[in-house]
């Protein structure tokens, strides 16, 4: 919890953070824009939970099967 409202209070002075991240909670709790990459391909890019609903990353980074 510190280090989003510290990430969030860097944000706010309109400096850009690149954030490499694989707990997902926190990245959405404070970025606007989600990229994610598997194996180094760009697989989704966006806004965050929408990127967090798209079928490729949910299969990939969270083990759900994605509807086809």
Known sequence: QL???TVRSV????VTIIWIEHIVHAL???VDRL???NFGRK?????PRA????GKVRE?????????
């Open 28 to 30: 959405i709790a404070v």
């Open 3 to 5: 280090l989003v409202s």
């Open 51 to 54: 990127v967090m609903a798209d």
């Open 11 to 14: 944000r706010e002075t309109g």
């Open 60 to 68: 990939i980074y969270m083990g759900i099967e994605a509807d086809v």
């Open 43 to 47: 697989i989704a890019d966006g806004e």
């Open 35 to 37: 990229l994610v990459l």
